[in-house]
């Protein structure tokens, strides 16, 4: 259940003529009171026999009564306004129930505590099933203002309650961090035209993918330009550009005018001092970075976000996984058609995992945002989609660590995020994993060399061995340690330095880890001709022994 609290001027003349109208999209049906200060304020979509306009009048007029005796004394805001909206997948809810929940949140705020005959004035509409309005104003009968300090979270605090005694979808406590969530009105036009997302969320997505593509303040906004967007500079007198709008071209108003949403409304670190924040960690560094696949060069950077955010530092930790949220909105730009949407959607349920109150140190995803960039800009040709597998491997566990680092900071809403993240990037990865593996463990060698292979596990790593040779990818494994072998590689010291690279303990398939390992140290460590020759004359074939009883030292 979502309340979110509106405070004005004046009146609540517009306020009541709104929520008894027909609403922006005719949204409104049926609209009525189902309770009020006194349970005998005009109803006036319960009265048949009189004009609905003088009833909002007097329906107005009665709730504006304790302010209007104040005359000039009155404070500057005297309108009070909260929507409570239950879920949609939440039963239907009686009039008689939104009339409790209404009391008991107008009693959170400090609006009109229970008992208390002189409280503020109030009434809660109901025009759908799903929601209710409670307007009030914020002078009390006794011409006092009311003690609604912290009234939000209070509010929100009731709202939790109110959720476990009516059965309805529960949601996790936030810590205001969240991006602002799309208004009715927005939501209500985006249906009318046939979207499936609102302005907000689509500019949102533009700008983030912008940012994440982007090496310098100049370019991001060449990019933005480039997806379509009017893009609106916000300049002081002197020149200089402290801020940015967007609109979608073709999103006007009433009056056909763009609508215009600056960055810092579509979420706090889409402003333009947080942005450019970003960006100057994001500058290459002045040393030439040595060529390399860039999808090999971001797998090994995802792969040790789960260090970083074991360390103990708090500022790291949440610079990577803004660079994850980074990599994952850049990602469907590059995948094949087929996984785009579902990437997407892991791209914009993660992007609430990429914000906190713990302040990023960008500087230290470096390496992970030039590699997603050079993706990006020049994609290396999918092939059989191993450079994608790979990196969606690595990105599973990094975000699995990132549930478990939210969870321990008790960042409830961020949790939740990266939870539905894994169910989102897990269906990608087995539609593009599941392929690329099949056609390796065609090509598996033959018994005598998987036989030599399976010898060195049990050797090198006991505890692992057996769930690594029953597991399907094992036939995988092998053949990418065959065809390393051919590249003049020795299989035996290849499969060491996967081992070594991270524990395999938090693996959910070993051999699948280890295939992408050892394919990606495969490329990017090609030997010499001296080198292969010598590793040729230094790979003997060996029997198949049973594994070895003894206790070894885990290779890490």
Same mark, same amino acid.
């Given at each position: ?15 009541? #003529? ?47 009564q304790?302010?209007?005796?104040l ?14 909206r ?10 008689a129930?939104?009339a409790?929940i209404a ?37 009390r ?7 609604? +300090?912290?009234?939000?979270?209070? @509010? ?22 969240a ?28 700008v ?19 997806t /379509? ?19 979608l ?31 100057? #960690? ?7 970075v040595?060529p390399g ?8 950077a ?14 790291? /930790?949440? /610079? ?9 909105d ?8 087929? @996984? ?28 992970l945002?030039?590699?997603?960039r ?5 994609p ?12 969606l491997? @690595?990105?599973?566990?990094?975000v ?5 680092w ?11 995020? #990266? ?10 990865? &087995?539609?593009?994993?599941e ?10 060698p ?7 292979y ?36 020795? #299989?035996?010291t ?11 303990? +938090? ?5 699948? &880890? ?43």
């Open positions: 259940m979502i309340p979110k609290i509106i405070t004005g001027k004046g009146s609540t003349r517009r306020l009541i #003529a709104y929520l008894f109208g027909k609403g922006t999209a005719n949204e409104h049906i049926d609209p009525h009171l189902v309770a009020s200060w006194n349970a005998f304020a005009p109803d006036p979509g319960r009265s048949p026999h009189r004009d609905p306009k003088e009833v909002e009048k007097q329906l107005h007029t009665q709730l504006d304790p302010v209007a005796m005359g000039r004394r009155a404070p500057k805001t005297t309108v009070w306004h909260c929507p409570v239950a879920a949609r997948e939440d039963p239907i809810l009686s009039d129930q939104w409790e009391r008991r949140i107008v009693a959170a705020a400090g609006i009109a505590p229970a008992g208390d005959t002189d409280a503020c004035r109030w009434v809660a509409v109901r025009h759908a099933d799903d929601h209710i309005h409670i307007a009030a104003t914020l002078v009968q006794d011409g006092r203002r009311p003690r609604r +300090d912290h009234d939000i979270r209070a @509010v929100q605090r009731e709202a939790r309650k109110i959720e476990i005694d009516y059965g309805l979808r529960r949601l996790k406590p936030g810590d205001g961090t991006a602002k969530r799309p208004t009715s009105k927005e939501v209500f036009k985006a249906k009318r035209l046939g979207e499936d997302a609102t302005s907000r969320e689509i500019l949102r997505l533009r983030r993918r912008a940012m994440a593509a982007a090496s310098t303040e100049t370019e991001f906004f060449a990019l933005l330009d480039a /379509g967007l009017n893009v609106r500079p916000k300049t002081e007198p002197s020149g200089d550009v402290i801020g940015y709008s967007v609109s071209p073709g999103d006007v108003n009433k009056q056909k005018e763009p609508i215009w949403y600056a960055g810092s409304t579509l979420a706090g670190n889409l402003s333009l001092p947080k942005i450019r924040k970003r960006l100057a #960690a994001t500058t290459p560094e002045p040393v030439p040595r696949n860039p999808w090999h060069q971001a797998t090994a995802t792969e040790r976000i789960p260090h970083h955010l074991g360390n103990g530092n708090d500022e790291v /930790g949440q /610079g990577q996984l803004d660079a994850l949220g980074g990599a994952l850049l990602l469907p730009l590059t995948a094949p058609a087929a @996984v785009r949407a579902e990437l997407e959607r892991a791209a914009i349920a993660f992007e609430r995992a990429t914000r906190s109150r713990i302040a990023a140190d960008h500087d230290s995803a470096r390496a945002r030039r590699s997603v050079a993706i990006w800009k020049d290396v040709p999918h092939g059989d989609g191993a450079g994608l597998a790979m990196l491997d @690595v990105a599973l566990t990094a699995a660590y990132a549930m478990h939210h969870r321990t900071r008790q960042h409830a809403q961020q949790q939740a995020a #990266a939870e539905q993240t894994l169910i989102h990037l897990q269906a990608v990865y &087995a539609q593009i994993a392929p690329v593996l099949v056609g390796l463990a065609s090509r598996a033959g018994l005598q060399t998987k036989r030599r399976a010898y060195h596990l049990q050797q090198a790593l006991p505890e692992h061995a057996e769930r690594i040779l029953n597991d399907p990818a094992w036939d995988a494994l092998s053949t990418v340690l065959a065809e390393a072998e051919a590249a003049g590689h020795n #299989a035996s290849l499969l060491d330095r996967a081992l070594s690279q991270r524990t395999l303990d +938090d693996a959910r398939s070993p051999a699948r &880890a280890l295939t992408w390992r050892v394919r990606r140290l495969g490329e990017r460590h090609a030997p010499g001709p001296r080198a292969q020759a010598a590793n040729a004359r230094h790979v003997p074939e060996r029997p198949a022994v049973r594994p070895s009883q003894e206790h070894q030292a885990r290779r890490r």
